[in-house]
Each structure stands twice: as structure tokens, then as C-alpha cells.
């Protein structure tokens, strides 16, 4: 959470690569966010609270870098290539977490039909992988190979935007359809 304006100062800022700070920056949250996780599950040193902030921090940061990415495309991407899938993916996050929520309440088999699944997680990894490449090389930087491969490295994180889109739809479906009956 706290990343998030250094992420937004620096993504508009006329720094010399500030594409690839911005990167830096999602990515080591994404980093530190994981091996939060990973920790807290292998030292079972979980806390409601933290149970609580984890995926508020985590729709944060991506609502507010597809944000960032919806108000300046990467070099060659026009606005809609990422502003209609980052419609999708906050749109179904917004829905999750009412859907979570309702189903807490509800208790019992409604909590059990939300829990976290595989093609869930597909869609994170594919989002976050999305949202790295395109903060990483968004201005056209030289970060890799002197800029030689800057339009696949874009193209590559377009598609996967895409495809975390897609899985965010998929997912939704997949949560519905278990919570539908109840």
C-alpha cells in the first residue's frame, strides 16, 4: 500500500527511466507481497488483520497500476488494447470481494465455494507478469538489450494482459456458478 504513490510519482515523473523504476517498484512489491504469503503460511504466522490487508493490498496495487497504464499506453499499444482489459480484471476484482464478503457472511458452503483456486491464481501470475513488462518498458526504455526487443516485450505483455482478462472472466464464472445454487 505504501508503494503505491512512489509507484504513481515516479511512473509520471520526467526521470530518466522512470519506466523502469516504475517496474522495479511493482515488481519488488509483488515480490515482497509473495514471500509475505509464502512466510506466513510455512511460519504459520498469520494474523486476521493481515488475512484482511493481504488482498486489499494486493487490488490496490494492480487497480492502480492498470490505472497508471490506462492513462499513459505503452509506446505503440493503443488505449483501448489496455484499457478494456483493465476494465475487466478491477471490474471482476470489485465483484470478488462483494462476492467473498456475501459468501462470509452466508457461512458454511458459501464461504467453502470462494476459496482461492488454480485458475484463480493463473490469473494473478499472468497479470502480474502483464503488469510488470508493461511498466518495465511503457516509455520505450533501453532497459533491455539497448531497446532491441522493447515492441515484443510490450506485444508479450498486451497479450498477457489479455489473458489475465480472460482467466478474470473465467474465474468469475467459475466462483459464480459454485455460489449460484445457495
Not at 92 to 100: C, D, F, G, K, V
Request: aromatic share 10%; charged share 10%; net charge positive.
Amino acid at each position: 500500500v505504501i508503494a503505491i504513490p512512489a509507484l504513481a510519482a515516479v511512473y509520471y515523473s520526467e526521470m530518466a527511466n522512470a519506466a523502469v523504476v516504475t517496474g522495479v517498484i511493482f515488481i519488488g512489491a509483488a515480490i515482497t507481497d509473495w514471500l509475505d504469503g509464502f512466510l506466513a503460511r510455512k511460519l504459520k504466522a498469520s494474523s486476521a488483520f493481515g488475512a484482511f490487508l493481504d488482498p486489499v493490498a494486493d487490488k490496490l496495487m494492480v487497480a492502480a497500476s492498470l490505472c497508471l497504464l490506462c492513462t499513459r499506453a505503452p509506446a505503440g499499444v493503443a488505449a483501448w488494447a489496455v484499457s478494456l482489459p483493465s476494465i475487466v480484471i478491477i471490474g471482476r476484482e470489485i465483484t470478488m470481494s462483494a462476492l467473498r464478503e456475501w459468501c462470509a457472511a452466508k457461512g458454511g458452503e458459501a464461504h467453502a465455494a470462494v476459496k482461492v483456486n488454480n485458475l484463480g491464481k493463473y490469473k494473478t501470475a499472468t497479470q502480474m507478469v502483464a503488469l510488470s513488462l508493461l511498466l518495465l518498458v511503457r516509455d520505450g526504455s533501453n532497459f533491455f538489450m539497448n531497446g532491441a526487443h522493447n515492441q515484443a516485450i510490450v506485444d508479450g505483455g498486451v497479450y498477457c494482459l489479455w489473458l489475465s482478462a480472460f482467466l478474470a472472466i473465467a474465474s468469475l464464472w467459475n466462483y459464480m456458478s459454485g455460489v449460484i445454487g445457495l
